[in-house]
Every structure is written in structure tokens, then in C-alpha cells.
């Protein structure tokens, strides 16, 4: 047990505390310490000591007061950002409604651990609580005058005390939000819920009240017509409507929670001393050194340090088959260690994850707006006003022209026109269908950056595609060494490594990895540079270096003819071959072989199959870029081409009127994958061509194209018909409501039945944009390997 001295020259035992910043177990023995207010506070490490330094209130709870321990409402974390369904761009730190359409704001992330939506909660009692006096005052209106059970005045009276807890208590989140949508001069769906079952409710009391105001044309019955039960019933249905559309949209948040799910919840830390102790994952910090043990799911991004395992990232990638992982490989937060024990140190934490990079870049395209969406912007900017135009024409029209009493029925005529007329359903048409999209596609592995790509793809008719990293492995295998005269193989590998320490192309990291398998010393580079990603070159042991294609030795004068013949044979049969340049003498050449991902060829003959071109284009030697073509019937090759020349070609194929893709995975294809009209960067690349791209494949395989491609088709289809049944639905039902086939049929709309109606177009444009779930969008890949003729097809 841990001492202290004490004062008195006793030793007392070091009391066990905990670290306000992370929650770990310390000892008021810790060298990490602040004092505030008359209380020390004692920190695991300097990094906790810092944080609490720099916002202490964040990490100290205030005294308890009798408010404090009061029950509260249960509050979402600190920095929970809500956004609007509907219009992505309203963001705000607190919630509330959306200002613009009335919509109660979400989280913009939703809670692993908390399925209770409040409003959906709020909603349903609301519901529930007034549904028996709803059923009541319908009863009354539509049979007491045949039963007679009462005076048909006293009657008005008992709807009206039975509906005034309906149409104030139940319904007053509507009116809230329709007084708020003309505060914002934005009118929406509840303004005119507002108004018409305002309009019924203020005329059926001013009737029940004051019925000698009114002429006796509003008399029927023995009384002033009332419609309370329309208000009501109103209510009622909407607060259905409201309650099935939120159960409905809730399922779209389905693929960010499993995404969130995959990470454990705790991770094994090993100390600085040697001891192991379970904490929070986000206690978690860089360089921390986690143990994983059998059956553990990796907790952060990092690197092996210790053992060695098989580790299944099925749940991140799709690769069915554990990968292998020994010291120094990466490991990924989320996945399983099936087999062996780990030791890794954390690189990435928090938001920093592959998987909260997914999450994010889910969340973000599931908000974003649509193009099409633009359209129903405009129509729905003009709609309420229309309507509201509308009804009042209806209410006069009828006024004056209509049958006796005409008036009640101009009254009960503009009322089904407000209500028939919300647009919910043209509001929801895009979003519901671009949030079912991205949760798809983050399953299948497909990350979409926002909606307009997801409407973008699907027009792609050229697909340029970098080789290395995309079309092959990315993991590619030294093969040999062949020295100029004057120089040894090993020099040459030795030299060529030395340099390439300072590269973090997989090339360079092959080069590396042989020498140093091969017990090689090797010299740190000095005054290392890139060339845009076809050389580079620097100082080593007191020698100008310089490593890399043929047009990268013509930049710098060197003479390559010695050894091109050599270079040809190894371009031919599939290698990538640099030049080494010693003081500005070609020194030899080596060659790296990257084999062809397996699924590379199914991939490329289904996108051909779907009439795109392929073109590829890439770093490498314009023989060994044939060579690849021709094993893959790529006709179109560009080889030994830079960064500015793949954004020259995809510039040029825009001109010519074609729709571009760029599939690419490293920093030196970024330029191109943002100026293409869609770019496709791989999971397994850098995190600049992600950045630069609209798509990402998360497992890296060009398969997943052909997913998002289909996916596109199935979403846009899905918005369009969407959009068709929101405008064919109002474009039948005003006119409908309005009253223009009674004089034909005799058939006019109840607001009841306007009101179930209202209810169902919404709830019918989620149901369908829920039917993308099943879209078997797999089915577009090729179920056998492809033969050598499909390929040159």
C-alpha cells in the first residue's frame, strides 16, 4: 500500500481518488495537481490537468441546492447540435422548432441509448388522453339530432365544453406553431391547420354563445350549425398523422445507431506501472497502450505493438475473411480480435475514429439538401399563400353563390381546403428518401458525402480510375533490383530505401520494408522533396538521390538508356519500375510488383455492362499502365501522368460533354477527385482524397461503385415519385375540398375526411421512401468471374 508523511510524523494511507476529467483512480500521492477554491483536485496525467486548467466548470459539479435535486428532464450531452428534418440549414445548440416549417428539431446525431423521442411521447399522450371525447363529440354531432337525447342548444353546449380540452390542450403544439410560422413570415402545414381548425372552433363557440348574431340561413336543426366535431376530429388526426410519421421517420436514424453500436463501450488500459484497468472508451487518450484480448472489439484506431491475431473488420470493410495483424500493422476501432491477444497504441480517438468519420460523413449526407429538393422549395415558398388565397375564395364563392345555408357551406368548404392543402408531404418528399439512401449505402460500405452526390452518380457515364491502390491491391511486393553498371544490387535497394523513408507512398513503404527484412542499415534522407507524385529525391550519405518514373529522370537530366530495355521486360509482364539516380548517374532500376484486387474485374464488367467508359490513369510507366490495361481490357490508358495532368483529363473529358467519375486513393489523384463531377475515393487511401471526394468505398473495392450507382438510381426514382404523389395529391384534393364537382356530382369533402387524408399522403411518402431499404441493390454485380472476352467487351 502507497504512504504519505503526515504533519505529526505518522504515515497514513494514500487516499483513493478519482480524476475529474476521465474518472480514473488516483492517489492524493498524484504529481499532477490544482488547487481552486480551497480544493485540490488530483489528475492521472498532465493532459487531464490540462483540460480541467483550461475550463474547470466543465468538470466540477456545482453544489447541490433543493432545485438541483429536484427531477429533471432528461437533457441531451453538451454540444449536441439540433437540426431541422426538413431544412438541414437551421443548426442550433439547444432544442426547439424549426422556424421555418415548424418541425421539431433532432439531434443531429441520434442517442445510442435513448430510443424515447419526446415529442413522439408528448404526441401520443396528447392522443390518447383526448381520443375518448373525440370519439364522444363525433357521436353527438352526427346522431344526437336523430336520438334527440338532449335540446339541440344544450347539445352545442355539451360539444363545446367536451371539444375545448381537444382543441386547446391537445392541439395547442399546433396553434404554437402556427402563430410562430407568421411571426417568421414563414408560412408552413400548421399555419394552415391553425387556420382552419381555428376557424371552425372560434365560429361553432361565437354560435354556441351567440347564436342571435348569426342570420337565419346558419339555423339547421333548431340551432346554429356548430362543427365542433370537425375541429376535433382534426386534431385527433393530425396528432395520429404526427404520431405515425415520427415512428416512421425514426427507423430512418436505424443505420447510424448500428453504426454507433459497433463500438464497445469500454476499453483495458495499461498503465504506466503496469497496471490493467477497464475505462470509459472515451477516456481514452493518443498514445495510450490498450489491451485486446479474444472475443474484444478493438476500442480506437491504432497501431499492434505486442502479439499477434486475427482480426475480423467485416463490420466496417465487408471483407468476410479475418485479416492477419502482428506488430506494426493497423488496427481499426470497431472491429473484432477473434483470436490471439493484442497490445496496440491509440492513434485516432473520439471523433478522430474511422468510425466516427463514418457516422459523421453518414449524419451529414442524410441532412443534406437535395437539387431536386430545390423545386419543392420554391413551389412550397408560394403553396401556403396560394392556399390561404384559395380558401377564402372558396368561403366567399360559396357565400354568395352557393345553396342554402351557403354560408356554413363556405365555411366547411374553406376549412377542407386549409387542411387538405399542408405540405407536409411535399416537404418530406427528398429528405425522408436521401436519409433511407445513406444509411443504405453506409451498410453496404458505400459513404456518400451529401444528397447531390447520391443524384449525381447515377448520370456518370465516364469513370477514370487511378491504378494503384484501386485497380490493384495497394500493397505492393518488391520483385528485384537490377544495377546500372558500377553499382550492386543490394547498394542499389539500400540507397533507393534510405531515401524513400521520407515517402509515404505504398511503393516507397515496399521498397522500405525489403531492404529493412533484408537487415539493411539504413541512412536517413536529408532535404527530402516529392514531385508530385512521380519522383522524389534528396541527400543521403553526403549523395544527391533522386527515385522515380522516366519522365521524373528527364526533369533532372539523367541519361536512362543504359538499362531501358531491362525496364520494358519488367513494364511488360505488370511491374512498376523506378529509376535510382546517384549524383546524377542512374544507379539501377527496381521493381515492384502490385497484384490486381480479386474483385477488380467483376467490378469493371458490371460498370461496362452499365455503359460506362473506363479510363485509367496513373503514375506509373506507360508500358506497365498497358500492360494492366490490357489484362483488365481498359482500352483507354494514360501512363506516367501527374497530379495536374489526371485533373487536365478529367477537365478535358467534361468539354467533350461527358458526366465524369474519379476513382482514386491517394493525395496525388485529390486535384481530380474534386474537380470530377463525382469523385470516388478508396476507404484504404489517404484522408486527402476522402476530403477531396463525394463518395468514399470504405473497403477500398471498385465493386461498391456499382452499388452507389444503383443505389443513385433506386433514390432518385424514389424522390420522383414522391414528388409526383405530393403534387398530384394537392393538385386533386384542393379542387376536390374547394367544392368544383358539386355542381356535377353533389359531392363535397368533409374536413374529417381532408384530415385523414392530410394524415396518409404523409405517412405514404415515408412508407415509400422506407420501401429503399429493400432495394436489392447487390443485385447489379456479376455473380461469376468474368472471362477474358468480357473483359476487351
Not at 344526437?144 to 365544453?161: F, K, N, P, T
Not at 479475418?322 to 471523433?351: C, F, H
Not at 399542408?422 to 456518400?448: E, H, N, R, Y
Request: with cysteine; hydrophobic share 45%.
Amino acid at each position: 500500500m502507497t504512504h504519505k508523511p503526515e504533519a505529526d510524523g505518522n504515515v497514513a494511507p494514500a487516499r483513493a481518488l478519482t480524476d475529474p476529467v476521465c474518472g480514473m483512480t488516483v492517489t492524493d500521492q498524484s504529481q499532477h495537481k490544482l488547487a481552486l477554491k480551497g480544493r485540490t483536485y488530483f489528475f492521472c496525467s498532465a493532459k487531464c490537468q490540462g483540460k480541467f486548467a483550461t475550463d474547470p466548470a466543465k468538470f466540477v459539479a456545482p453544489a447541490a441546492t433543493a432545485e438541483s435535486l429536484r427531477p429533471k428532464q432528461v437533457v441531451a450531452a453538451p454540444g449536441t447540435i439540433y437540426t431541422c428534418p426538413m431544412h438541414p440549414e437551421i443548426r442550433q445548440d439547444h432544442p426547439g422548432n424549426c422556424p421555418k416549417c415548424g418541425m421539431t428539431l433532432e439531434p443531429l446525431l441520434p442517442d445510442l441509448d435513448d430510443d424515447d423521442n419526446p415529442e413522439l411521447r408528448d404526441f401520443q399522450r396528447r392522443f390518447w388522453w383526448t381520443l375518448p371525447l373525440t370519439v364522444i363529440v363525433f357521436v353527438l354531432a352526427m346522431l344526437g339530432h336523430r336520438l334527440q337525447w338532449m335540446d339541440m342548444a344544450i347539445q352545442s353546449w355539451v360539444e363545446l365544453v367536451i371539444a375545448t380540452p381537444i382543441v386547446l390542450w391537445a392541439g395547442w403544439p399546433f396553434f404554437s406553431r402556427g402563430w410562430q410560422s407568421v411571426v417568421n413570415r414563414s408560412p408552413n402545414m400548421w399555419t394552415l391547420i391553425g387556420l382552419g381548425t381555428g376557424a371552425a372552433f372560434v365560429y361553432s363557440v361565437v354560435a354556441t354563445i351567440a347564436p342571435q348574431v348569426f342570420p337565419a340561413s346558419f339555423v339547421s336543426m333548431g340551432r346554429v350549425a356548430v362543427y365542433f366535431e370537425a375541429a376535433a376530429v382534426i386534431i385527433s388526426l393530425t396528432l395520429l398523422g404526427q404520431v405515425l410519421e415520427l415512428k416512421a421517420r425514426s427507423q430512418t436514424s436505424a443505420a447510424i445507431k448500428s453504426l454507433l453500436g459497433l463500438a464497445p463501450k469500454t476499453a483495458r488500459r495499461i498503465r504506466a506501472d503496469g497496471v490493467e484497468e477497464d475505462v470509459p472508451l472515451n477516456h481514452v487518450h493518443v498514445d495510450d497502450l490498450l489491451r485486446i484480448r479474444p472475443g474484444e472489439k478493438v476500442p480506437v484506431d491504432g497501431v499492434v505493438v505486442e502479439g499477434s491475431s486475427a482480426v475480423d473488420e467485416s463490420m466496417l470493410t465487408g471483407e468476410p475473411v479475418p485479416v492477419s495483424k502482428r506488430a506494426g500493422d493497423k488496427v481499426i476501432g470497431a472491429t473484432l480480435n477473434t483470436s490471439g491477444a493484442l497490445v496496440m497504441r491509440s492513434e485516432r480517438v473520439g471523433s478522430a475514429t474511422m468510425l466516427a468519420q463514418i457516422v459523421q460523413m453518414v449524419a451529414q449526407a442524410q441532412r443534406s439538401r437535395a437539387p431536386m429538393q430545390r423545386m419543392a422549395d420554391v413551389v412550397a415558398g408560394y403553396f401556403v399563400v396560394t392556399v390561404v388565397a384559395i380558401a377564402a375564395l372558396t368561403f366567399l364563392v360559396w357565400g354568395f353563390f352557393g345553396p342554402e345555408p351557403s354560408w356554413v357551406f363556405g365555411l366547411i368548404n374553406a376549412v377542407s381546403v386549409l387542411i387538405i392543402a399542408c405540405p407536409c408531404a411535399l416537404g418530406l418528399a427528398t429528405p425522408m428518401s436521401i436519409m433511407v439512401a445513406t444509411g443504405l449505402g453506409a451498410t453496404k460500405g458505400v459513404l456518400f458525402r451529401d444528397a447531390a452526390a447520391i443524384e449525381n452518380l447515377r448520370k456518370v457515364d465516364t469513370l477514370i480510375i487511378d491504378k494503384t491502390g484501386t485497380l490493384t491491391e495497394g500493397r505492393p511486393a518488391f520483385d528485384r533490383a537490377i544495377p546500372a553498371p558500377g553499382f550492386e544490387a543490394d547498394e542499389v535497394l539500400r540507397l533507393a530505401a534510405s531515401l524513400d523513408q521520407g515517402s509515404e507512398h505504398p511503393l516507397a513503404e515496399t521498397i522500405v520494408r525489403a531492404a529493412r527484412e533484408r537487415g539493411m542499415s539504413l541512412d536517413k534522407p536529408q532535404n527530402f522533396e516529392s514531385g508530385s507524385g512521380i519522383g522524389v529525391r534528396g541527400q543521403v550519405a553526403g549523395h544527391q538521390l533522386a527515385l522515380g518514373n522516366t519522365t521524373w529522370m528527364q526533369q533532372l537530366g539523367v541519361a536512362v538508356d543504359a538499362l531501358v530495355s531491362q525496364a520494358e521486360v519488367l513494364r511488360a509482364e505488370g511491374a512498376s519500375v523506378m529509376h535510382l539516380a546517384v549524383d546524377g548517374q542512374l544507379a539501377g532500376l527496381l521493381a515492384v510488383s502490385d497484384p490486381i484486387k480479386s474483385s477488380t474485374p467483376e467490378a469493371l464488367v458490371t460498370l461496362k455492362a452499365a455503359g460506362i467508359r473506363i479510363v485509367m490513369a496513373t503514375g506509373d510507366g506507360l508500358t506497365t499502365a498497358r500492360a494492366v490495361g490490357v489484362r483488365l481490357g481498359i482500352d483507354e490508358v494514360h501512363g506516367e501522368v501527374k497530379p495536374a495532368d489526371k485533373l487536365h483529363l478529367v477537365e478535358r473529358l467534361q468539354k467533350e460533354g461527358r458526366i465524369v467519375a474519379m476513382a482514386g486513393d491517394g493525395i496525388n489523384d485529390a486535384p481530380a477527385l474534386a474537380k470530377a463531377d463525382v469523385g470516388v475515393a478508396m476507404g484504404t487511401g489517404t484522408d486527402v482524397a476522402m476530403n477531396s471526394a463525394q463518395v468514399t468505398l470504405v473497403k477500398g473495392d471498385l465493386r461498391g461503385i456499382a452499388i452507389a450507382r444503383a443505389l443513385s438510381q433506386a433514390t432518385v426514382g424514389n424522390m420522383k415519385q414522391n414528388l409526383v404523389f405530393a403534387f398530384l395529391y394537392n393538385a386533386l384534393g384542393i379542387p376536390i375540398a374547394a367544392g368544383v364537382l358539386y355542381p356535377m356530382t353533389g359531392w363535397l369533402l368533409s374536413p374529417l375526411i381532408a384530415a385523414l387524408a392530410m394524415s396518409f399522403s404523409s405517412v405514404s411518402v415515408i412508407g415509400n421512401a422506407l420501401r429503399l431499404r429493400r432495394t436489392g441493390v447487390d443485385s447489379v454485380l456479376q455473380s461469376r468471374q468474368p472471362t477474358q472476352s468480357e473483359y476487351s467487351r
